[in-house]
């Protein structure tokens, strides 16, 4: 997961709405949004079918979403040190306290946002240290290096959301979306590069989230750059 916007407002009727884009293998299978992790009833996301975790998942009955971005720091897992599709479970089932349930040691970089209706934390990871973050409300950016400083390009409407997403708080996040043409350097919110050994890296998938206690709203689009329609499926 390379591009996250999220917006954090306990006051809302959706106290926690984002737009999370993965960026991958294209040859990395997955698949769709669902219940697929029978020790986590009611937790929802799509799922890497290599490694069987997630890169954002939301627990439908809290109202919380958990969401990882891979850090350039240390781009590869020791042997034997676990994957980071695992953090978003650990984050629903632990929250704060997630960290303690497992060994960083050997993993690789990463960012991991969680989003709950009375609070947003952050943590980074740069291969040795872990450092933990508290967020006041607004709307913020994460890119692989960390937080960037919000833009006024993704502020919300405000509107209540009904039915899909696409008119509701994230109209400008789609917006910029539409606009946006794939690039090398991941610097823009969409991503493609062919890699050498002829596979490509790209922005494989992306989902907008919105949720609050007893309801979770996603929608859903594989292969956003290719400007197809979004899927809206919704859990109570």
Known sequence: M?????RWDPHADFPVTALALRDERR?????????WWADQPGVIGGRDRRAGGSWCVSDTATGTTAIVLNRPERR?????????GVLPLLALAYLEAWPEHIELTGMASFNLVLARPDALRWWSFDGERLDAHSLATGTYLFKPSGLFKPSGLFKPSGR??????ADSTSDAWLAALRAASPTEDGAGLLVRRQLDDGDSYETVFGQLVAC???ELRIDYLVDPAARGDWTSRRWV
């Open 212 to 214: 609050r206690p007893g």
């Open 27 to 35: 040859s990395r299978d997955f698949d769709l949004p669902g219940e």
């Open 76 to 84: 590869d897992a020791e042997p034997g040190a676990a994957s980071r």
């Open 160 to 165: 209540r959301p009904a039915g899909g997403l």
């Open 2 to 6: 390379c591009t996250v916007i999220c």
